[in-house]
């Protein structure tokens, strides 16, 4: 049982191998320019965290599942036993998004949680695949006038979104053409910064 009767079809085992390997080959060809990126990262939520500041985290699509993964993450726990970390995910009230989109436009969705919840020293941490995202952008400038630091989980060229960046702000920009490869290799970046996150909180294992 589970394996399935019949083999399937070997066209379909080909595209698997295949999203496998553009996977492998999409972190593997990331690695070495963001090991020191993700880790700069690591620094700036821990000291955050460590001053009673608190993490934003948001993204369209993909990336709000990953947002909420992430803050899931913090809010319970990672791997290790630890209190719960303060991080909210603006992504998951229905009532606010819809209200902002509706009432606004959808570009102010995540800016006007930010305006409204972010405070100086907190983090945003924005996802998108392609730094293109209008809601994503905003937040960005949103948060900058509250004076908090951007960590954007990007992709591509970096878009947009790179030149917004500002000097203390941290771009994860991963290498590729492909948005489900991207999101690939940002799931494993938001299970390294959960990791350094613990390891700078609680120490050594
Ligand atoms: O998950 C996927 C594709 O893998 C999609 O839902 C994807 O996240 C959506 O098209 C997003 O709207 C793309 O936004 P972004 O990554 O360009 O900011
Ligand atoms: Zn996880």
Redesign the pocket.
Do not use: W
């Given at each position: 049982m589970g394996n399935g009767a019949q083999a399937p079809d070997r066209t379909l085992i080909a595209r698997v191998r295949n999203h496998f390997e553009e996977s492998i080959l999409t972190a593997r060809n990331a690695v070495e320019l963001l090991a020191p990126v993700v880790a700069a990262a690591a620094e700036r939520l821990a000291a955050a965290l460590l001053a009673d500041r608190k993490i934003l985290i948001c993204?369209?699509?993909?990336?709000?599942?990953d947002a909420q993964h992430f803050s899931a993450e913090l809010l319970n726990r990672f791997e290790r036993e630890r209190p719960g970390l303060p991080a909210v995910s603006l992504t998951t009230d229905t009532s606010t998004l819809t209200s902002i989109a509706n009432d606004y436009d959808f570009a102010s969705t995540f800016s006007k949680q930010v305006r409204a919840l972010g405070q100086a020293g907190d983090v945003l941490v924005g996802?998108?695949?392609?730094?293109?995202?209008p809601n994503?952008l905003r937040a960005v400038e949103a948060a900058h006038e509250r004076g908090m630091t951007c960590i954007a989980l990007n992709?591509r060229d970096g878009?947009p979104l790179s030149a917004l960046l500002r000097n203390d702000d941290v771009n994860i920009c991963v290498p590729g053409p492909s948005?489900?490869r991207?999101?690939e290799v940002h799931g494993i970046v938001i299970h390294c910064l959960c990791d350094l996150i613990d390891h700078q909180l609680l120490g050594q294992t």
């Amino acid at each position: 049982m589970g394996n399935g009767a019949q083999a399937p079809d070997r066209t379909l085992i080909a595209r698997v191998r295949n999203h496998f390997e553009e996977s492998i080959l999409t972190a593997r060809n990331a690695v070495e320019l963001l090991a020191p990126v993700v880790a700069a990262a690591a620094e700036r939520l821990a000291a955050a965290l460590l001053a009673d500041r608190k993490i934003l985290i948001c993204g369209n699509g993909g990336s709000a599942a990953d947002a909420q993964h992430f803050s899931a993450e913090l809010l319970n726990r990672f791997e290790r036993e630890r209190p719960g970390l303060p991080a909210v995910s603006l992504t998951t009230d229905t009532s606010t998004l819809t209200s902002i989109a509706n009432d606004y436009d959808f570009a102010s969705t995540f800016s006007k949680q930010v305006r409204a919840l972010g405070q100086a020293g907190d983090v945003l941490v924005g996802i998108t695949t392609s730094g293109h995202s209008p809601n994503v952008l905003r937040a960005v400038e949103a948060a900058h006038e509250r004076g908090m630091t951007c960590i954007a989980l990007n992709g591509r060229d970096g878009g947009p979104l790179s030149a917004l960046l500002r000097n203390d702000d941290v771009n994860i920009c991963v290498p590729g053409p492909s948005t489900a490869r991207i999101q690939e290799v940002h799931g494993i970046v938001i299970h390294c910064l959960c990791d350094l996150i613990d390891h700078q909180l609680l120490g050594q294992t």
